[in-house]
């Protein structure tokens, strides 16, 4: 059975830092997967989606990776800014099945 | 366009009520999904749905219906209301041909944060 993790459940950084987010999965039969971020009383906004047979993606300050036969994904925010602050989720579609299999997300506190 | 919507924003219910959590979305959708997202936990998939008339369940559906009689709208009906569904209940869509939405893309509605007592 797909697991996701993501470790720190929570982070705390100063402005202006870069910083590394993990996401972790453990059955590396993955059709795709894709990060999203979480403000308070909103729903989810899609970030990046890397398909299984890229290595990355990047929009603007952020990029992620995928390492498939590590079963490891990571999103890089570049310059930090209190703006990035938000609970940040990765979500694994396994090859054959529609459904998304969600890490529990990382908050992150952009401190200014 | 509105996206998806949901109603209500807020919800509290006593043990053993029912209701029915509304979700609409504008965008000619074919696909649509209930998650619950619960402290600690990553959001877990209730029911789906691959157009009108269709529909299935996902990771965690007793306690829970719905239907799909219309593209436009999905609802999740709680039968009788128990203090373990007290979650924040999420609607999300994708899929649409015209609109250039593939099915990897899913747009969020706002949550619907439900308490039972």
């Known amino acids: 059975k797909q697991e996701v993790t993501q470790i720190p459940a929570a982070l705390s950084v100063p402005e202006g830092e870069n910083l590394v987010l993990n996401c972790s999965f453990t059955?590396?039969?993955?059709?795709?997967l894709q990060w999203f971020r979480q403000d308070p009383g909103k729903g989810l906004t899609s970030l990046l989606l890397i398909q299984s047979s890229q290595r990355e993606q990047t929009s603007g300050r952020l990029n992620a990776s995928l390492d498939k036969s590590s079963g490891r994904s990571t999103l890089y925010i570049a310059a930090s800014q209190p703006g990035d602050s938000a609970t940040y989720l990765c979500?694994?579609?396994?090859?054959?099945?529609?459904?998304?299999?969600w890490g529990a997300g990382t908050k992150l506190i952009i401190k200014p | 366009n509105a996206g998806v919507t949901q109603t209500p924003k807020f919800q509290v219910l006593k043990t053993g009520q029912s209701m029915t959590l509304q979700c609409a979305q504008d965008m000619n959708h074919e696909y649509m999904s209930w998650y619950r997202q619960d402290p600690g936990m990553g959001l877990r998939l209730i029911h789906y749905?691959?157009?009108?008339?269709?529909?299935d369940q996902g990771e965690v559906p007793n306690g829970y219906n719905v239907s799909r009689s219309t593209t436009e709208d999905f609802p999740l009906r709680l039968l009788s209301a128990a203090p373990s569904q007290t979650s924040v209940y999420f609607c999300?869509?994708?899929?649409?041909?015209?609109?250039?939405?593939?099915?990897?893309?899913?747009?969020f509605g706002p949550g619907t944060r439900l308490t039972v007592l």
């Open positions: 999300a869509s994708s899929y649409s041909k015209a609109s250039g939405h593939s099915y990897n893309e899913q747009f």
């Open positions: 059955d590396s039969a993955i059709y795709n």
């Open positions: 979500a694994v579609k396994p090859d054959s099945n529609y459904q998304l299999i």
């Open positions: 749905s691959v157009g009108a008339g269709i529909t």
